[in-house]
């Protein structure tokens, strides 16, 4: 009977578990590989998760007092109230533009990481793309 060699057990793990931490890429498909208005809504607010979650990362990170905290207080706060109109099945282009504004304050003002201003920047562009498109095959 032949045994598996450490090595190959480890390697074959390692690969396993990152096709299963790796995130599905975006497509044409939301949720649940929802197609049309539905699956488009979840990709928009499923966006918006993402730049929310990567700003508290950054908050957490900077420490912030002052003007800086008050600039992810604003984008955090627009961006939920365009997440609260998009699950209502609007999309409040308004809204998503005082949101864009907020993130890309902080991105010009805030003291960030590197990787903290790359991330938020490429957030920055993909919500002017999800604006661009009116959520739309976003």
Do not use: C
């Not at 998760?49 to 002052?66: I, K, M, T």
């Not at 533009?97 to 590197?114: F, M, Q």
Request: charged share 35%; no cysteine; hydrophobic share 30%.
């Amino acid at each position: 009977m032949q045994t598996i060699s450490p090595r190959l057990l480890v390697a074959t793990l390692a690969i396993a578990s990152f096709a299963i931490a790796t995130p599905p890429q975006r497509g044409e498909y939301g949720e649940r590989g929802e197609r049309g208005e539905r699956g488009q809504r979840n990709m928009g607010r499923n966006l918006v998760g993402r730049v929310q979650n990567d700003l508290r990362r950054a908050e957490r990170f900077a420490r912030p007092s002052g003007k800086e905290k008050e600039r992810f207080y604003n984008a955090q706060r627009h961006l939920s109230q365009f997440d609260r109109e998009m699950s209502r099945g609007k999309f409040d282009k308004d809204k998503l533009d005082e949101a864009i504004d907020d993130v890309h304050n902080v991105v010009r003002n805030n003291t960030l990481s590197p990787g903290d201003r790359d991330e938020i920047d490429g957030d920055l562009r993909d919500l002017r793309e999800l604006r661009a498109r009116r959520g739309a095959s976003y």
